[in-house]
């Protein structure tokens, strides 16, 4: 009986470590589409990056504290049809559980952020920007709140100064 039980959890434990979201299952599916590319940032690189890019701000340790991970999916130089069928795809995350936190057009370019499970703390934030020849998404895990927003649009008002 011991052994049985301790089989189960093995395979439940196996099953749960290579469990991927609906987001995830999205990037994958794309990354090995003909021109696209695909990077995957750990925690470690990604704390390097933002001190790089705000070295004398604090803010930039409590953003990276929060991100576990960041994946780019750049279709750019891909076809339009599989630019087309991967839009259509990011906003089909709708239905599967993710909800919109923003949607803004500029400069020809139709930026949609979104969320998932919520919108007050989610663990997993996807930006996508397609329009025209682009076709990018970023995919962000990790714990985010309200306070992670703020950061975040506090830190893009010091870059742009």
Same mark, same amino acid.
């Given at each position: =009986? ?13 099953? #749960? ?7 995830? %299952? ?8 003909? +021109? ?5 940032? &750990?925690? &470690?690189? =990604? ?5 790089? $890019? /705000? ?9 990276? !504290? ?8 750049? #279709?750019? %130089? ?15 995350? $709708?239905?599967?559980?993710? +909800?919109?936190?923003?949607? =803004? ?7 949609? /952020?979104?969320?998932? &499970?919520?919108?007050?703390? &989610?663990?997993?934030? $996807? ?10 998404? #970023?995919? $962000? ?15 893009? !008002? =010091?870059?742009?100064?």
């Amino acid at each position: =009986m011991k052994r049985t039980f301790i089989l189960f959890m093995l395979a439940l434990f196996c099953q #749960l470590s290579f469990c991927q979201s609906a987001a995830e %299952e999205l990037l994958n599916q794309y990354a090995s589409a003909k +021109h696209a590319t695909f990077v995957m940032v &750990p925690r &470690p690189l =990604m704390s390097v990056f933002l001190k790089q $890019l /705000v070295s004398k701000d604090s803010t930039a340790n409590e953003l990276a !504290k929060r991100i576990d991970k960041l994946q780019v999916l750049v #279709l750019d %130089e891909s076809s339009r049809s599989v630019r087309k069928k991967c839009n259509k795809d990011v906003t089909g995350l $709708l239905s599967r559980g993710f +909800h919109q936190y923003a949607r =803004m057009t500029e400069n020809g370019s139709n930026v949609l /952020v979104q969320t998932y &499970p919520t919108t007050e703390n &989610p663990s997993q934030i $996807l930006l996508s920007i397609t329009g025209g020849d682009n076709c990018s998404l #970023l995919l $962000l895990d990790g714990h985010f709140d309200k306070d992670f927003f703020d950061e975040l649009l506090r830190l893009g !008002k =010091m870059v742009d100064d």
